[in-house]
């Protein structure tokens, strides 16, 4: 008589990492996998504290990953964070059929709907600076490569991921123009720039040739170690140069009041729709998806976008 084995039970590592794999597969972008794996990782720790695991997530044991996220002191958004990198995994292992149903979308509605609002905090506002903010920010930069690195930021609205994939060939400057690298989050791949940030690109491309600098590196920006620079680096600039110069206090965790890479973007946004871009130009520069009906049969001509781009750019005057 020969004896069945029963099957070895998924751990929470080989279930976080068969996630991250098909998560790529979907097209997840990198800081999102990275958020989810990070968060994933440390409830993983906690569920493995108590015996459990992924798969054994119920609406019971979502109360006391909840109050295991509540002890730690995190905010609100932080709290949400933990339960979408939950629901993504739970989402997965349903899918995969592991799980009969994700619980957490319930779970969040009827304790986390209200939460931000119970907490009485106001995340959602991002830092809006004015012109003669951003000309400070800029104008007190003295490094070549942050100047460049800020005025693409600012005239461009790109993505800090998008900023940092920037090729030395992507960059045109006969049309004004950046070609991106494919993004998840990007539907349109071109943006413009104006003579302001032309004249900062040409002033570190001069200065980037002193840089020791790794073989054949293709990298528009890099950091000091030769290679194209990294998210933090790029992180570090923007909030070093906003706390030098006064604009943001020195380790501000208000998201009303710090200065970020992202803030640039609303900065961009905010500012062409103010000189009076047309909202679908300001959405086709920045990339957004174009869904409904109409956009099918509305063909937008990129010359058109530049010449009101440069027409409704803000001029810092630097």
């Given at each position: 008589?020969?004896?069945?084995?029963?099957?070895?039970?998924?751990?929470?590592?080989s279930?976080?990492?068969?996630?991250?794999e098909?998560?790529?597969?979907?097209?997840?972008?990198?800081?999102?996998?990275?958020?989810?794996?990070?968060?994933?990782?440390?409830?993983?720790?906690?569920?493995a504290?108590?015996?459990?695991?992924?798969?054994?997530?119920?609406?019971?044991?979502?109360?006391?990953?909840?109050?295991?996220?509540?002890?730690?002191?995190?905010?609100?958004?932080?709290?949400?964070?933990?339960?979408?990198?939950?629901?993504?995994?739970?989402?997965?292992?349903?899918?995969?059929?592991?799980?009969?149903?994700?619980?957490?979308?319930?779970?969040?509605?009827?304790?986390?709907?209200?939460?931000?609002?119970?907490?009485?905090?106001?995340?959602?506002?991002?830092?809006?600076?004015?012109?003669?903010?951003?000309?400070?920010?800029?104008?007190?930069?003295?490094?070549?490569?942050?100047?460049?690195?800020?005025?693409?930021?600012?005239?461009?609205?790109?993505?800090?991921?998008?900023?940092?994939?920037?090729?030395?060939?992507?960059?045109d400057?006969?049309?004004?123009?950046?070609?991106?690298?494919?993004?998840?989050?990007?539907?349109?791949?071109?943006?413009?720039?104006?003579?302001?940030?032309?004249?900062?690109?040409?002033?570190?491309?001069?200065?980037?040739?002193?840089?020791?600098?790794?073989?054949?590196?293709?990298?528009?920006?890099?950091?000091?170690?030769?290679?194209?620079?990294?998210?933090?680096?790029?992180?570090?600039?923007?909030?070093?140069?906003a706390?030098?110069?006064?604009?943001?206090?020195?380790?501000?965790?208000?998201?009303?009041?710090?200065?970020?890479?992202?803030?640039?973007?609303?900065?961009?946004?905010?500012?062409?729709?103010?000189?009076?871009?047309?909202?679908?130009?300001?959405?086709?520069?920045?990339?957004?998806?174009?869904?409904e009906?109409?956009?099918?049969?509305?063909?937008?001509?990129?010359?058109e976008?530049?010449?009101?781009?440069?027409?409704?750019?803000?001029?810092?005057?630097?």
């Amino acid at each position: 008589m020969t004896l069945a084995i029963a099957p070895l039970r998924p751990t929470n590592a080989s279930l976080l990492e068969s996630f991250a794999e098909d998560a790529t597969l979907r097209g997840l972008t990198t800081e999102s996998l990275r958020a989810y794996l990070s968060y994933g990782g440390i409830l993983a720790e906690f569920l493995a504290s108590r015996g459990k695991g992924f798969l054994d997530v119920d609406a019971d044991l979502l109360k006391d990953v909840l109050r295991y996220v509540l002890s730690r002191n995190v905010k609100a958004k932080t709290v949400r964070a933990y339960f979408s990198a939950l629901s993504a995994v739970c989402d997965y292992l349903q899918y995969e059929g592991l799980l009969p149903v994700n619980p957490v979308p319930p779970f969040r509605k009827r304790y986390l709907r209200d939460y931000k609002k119970r907490r009485g905090e106001d995340e959602g506002v991002r830092r809006l600076l004015t012109v003669e903010e951003m000309r400070l920010v800029i104008g007190s930069t003295l490094d070549s490569r942050d100047r460049a690195m800020l005025y693409v930021l600012a005239k461009t609205g790109v993505r800090r991921e998008e900023l940092i994939a920037m090729d030395m060939n992507d960059v045109d400057f006969v049309a004004g123009a950046i070609r991106l690298k494919p993004h998840p989050k990007r539907s349109n791949p071109l943006v413009f720039f104006d003579d302001e940030a032309a004249h900062a690109l040409k002033a570190w491309l001069r200065a980037r040739e002193e840089y020791a600098l790794a073989p054949g590196e293709p990298a528009l920006f890099v950091g000091q170690h030769g290679g194209r620079l990294r998210r933090q680096g790029v992180y570090e600039a923007v909030v070093c140069q906003a706390v030098a110069c006064g604009l943001q206090a020195a380790g501000e965790k208000d998201s009303g009041r710090r200065v970020t890479p992202h803030v640039f973007r609303h900065f961009f946004t905010t500012m062409l729709r103010r000189n009076g871009m047309p909202r679908e130009f300001i959405k086709w520069l920045r990339g957004d998806a174009r869904n409904e009906a109409i956009d099918v049969y509305d063909h937008i001509d990129p010359e058109e976008v530049r010449k009101a781009y440069l027409a409704c750019a803000p001029r810092l005057g630097l």
